[in-house]
């Protein structure tokens, strides 16, 4: 059975996962906000701060790779995370990224995957291996791709949540839901070209220059499942067009005060409130022990009872 860490070992194999660090989406900054739900929200969960009063965000924007030094113009997959605040005082979370699926429908099949993507002369072998025993992975290439692309901006990219979580209305009433940060701004990506031009800390240098000019802001979109979508395999996409936005984030600029001496903060999708249950999806319970094991590994530390159950 897979474990944490050997998701770690694996990651550190490709390249990724350094001491003191995230093991993936490493390099990344915080930045504060609030979110105001829209009327639409509580008719479809009961959660706290989906009643559409203005709560406290923590929303943090990453680049994918494990190297905190790798250059913002580089391909790769982004992040964003968004840390709500409840009225009680404690929180929840969402995880979402550029990539609109995961590249597995299991922990397994995703450490096997770093295995073969392990530097070396032998990685177009393995990676065809790969291919051979895992061919749904060529219908998810040109997802991949887009999920690629070198944004010209953290605010003018979509991010997605790659599970599906169970929303719970006051009536009872039940459906399974993913979701989406769709930004305010006109999508905008750079050629190669382009990105290769670009200082190695542009989209964080161009977020500041844009917050200076006013708040960034981004739909909380959820995709209601339909009949036929799978609510445990990440790798599967769904077929629904039914969209909800339940609210705005709105960003309004740097967090400064987190993240320094002992303060750890971990954006863990498995961190769900009254109204919000997780999904069986096999790999979204896996996040959080992975989670724990990369506390470990940057910090020293265990999470402990802050840890959500997985």
Not at 109 to 117: H, P, R
Not at 251 to 260: F, S, V
Not at 269 to 279: A, F, N
Request: proline share 8%.
């Amino acid at each position: 059975m897979i474990t944490p860490d050997d998701a770690i070992a694996a990651i550190r194999g490709a390249g990724g996962a350094q001491p003191h660090c995230r093991a993936l989406h490493a390099k990344g900054t915080l930045y504060r906000g609030t979110f105001t739900a829209s009327p639409d929200a509580v008719r479809l969960s009961r959660a706290k701060h989906l009643g559409g009063s203005a709560v406290p965000a923590l929303v943090r924007f990453s680049n994918g790779s494990g190297n905190p030094a790798q250059r913002d113009g580089l391909p790769g997959v982004r992040g964003m995370a968004v840390k709500f605040t409840l009225p009680d005082g404690k929180t929840t979370d969402v995880s979402a990224q550029t990539a609109r699926l995961f590249v597995s429908s299991s922990p397994d099949g995703f450490i096997d995957l770093l295995k073969a993507m392990r530097p070396g002369l032998t990685t177009p072998l393995r990676m065809a291996r790969y291919l051979v025993t895992h061919p749904r992975l060529f219908g998810a290439l040109p997802v991949l791709r887009d999920a690629n692309r070198v944004p010209a901006s953290y605010a003018a990219t979509e991010y997605h949540g790659l599970h599906a979580f169970r929303w719970v209305a006051d009536d009872g009433s039940a459906r399974f839901v993913r979701y989406h940060m769709v930004p305010a701004a006109p999508e905008n990506y750079l050629s190669a070209k382009a990105a290769a031009d670009e200082g190695p800390d542009f989209l964080t240098e161009e977020l500041a220059a844009r917050l200076a000019d006013g708040p960034v802001r981004f739909d909380y979109r959820v995709q209601v499942a339909g009949p036929t979508d799978s609510t445990v395999d990440p790798s599967a996409p769904w077929q629904s067009t039914q969209f909800v936005t339940v609210g705005v984030v709105e960003i309004t600029g740097p967090e400064t005060g987190r993240e320094h001496g002992g303060d750890i903060v971990v954006f863990d999708p498995m961190r769900v409130t009254d109204g919000i249950e997780p999904s069986d999806d096999p790999v979204l319970h896996f996040r959080t022990l992975a989670y724990s094991a990369s506390v470990k590994l940057r910090t020293g530390v265990d999470r402990g009872s802050e840890a959500p159950p997985a």
